[in-house]
């Protein structure tokens, strides 16, 4: 066991370190070839990765600017010069707008339900509050409706339909609850 192993274990390493020098060698003369290649890569690489930063950074100073003047807009709504700087960003001007409640100026589809949902439920009548229902790219605040359709049939004594209204009610809402209390005791003023 002794001189045969060791000669095979030192023939295995000599393999070893003949073929590392091989693959070295090849990687070398791969360098050499594709040098510049390699150089303009890593160039265009750290160019690419110093203006996505430089990008970002800006972006982000841009957000912080616009925020900190809706902010001072919404204290003081006479502030020419953030308004300016809010309509520069169109979602936060839309946002600007919808909080002053002009909601025929908004023009995005971010507060498009928002927008139909303050006005169907100033409106109150039924029509608008259906038509909002209807609707199948208005996917949130629908439960609210329901219950204030609710209240409108059971003012107008038509328990099954709001009892209709009332089934559609998603069941985890509470407003499925205050909903079987108005069916329940019929309370409408």
Known sequence: MGIKDELKQDTKELKQDEELMVKVFKLE???RKYKRHIILTAILLAAY?????????????NLIKANNAFETLLQNPNDKKALEIVKKDKKLYNLYLFNKGEYSKVNSKEL????AYEIAMQKG???ALEGYLLNPS?????NPVRFTLIRIYLEENNRKKALE?????NPNSKFKTLGAYLLHYGIVK
Request: a positive charge.
């Open 49 to 61: 990765l110093i203006g996505y930063n430089i990008y970002n950074y800006i972006q982000k100073q």
């Open 165 to 169: 209204v009332f089934n559609n009610i």
């Open 29 to 31: 003369k791969f360098v």
């Open 125 to 127: 009548t039924k029509e």
């Open 138 to 142: 208005y996917k949130i605040l629908k």
């Open 112 to 115: 498009e339900a928002l927008k």
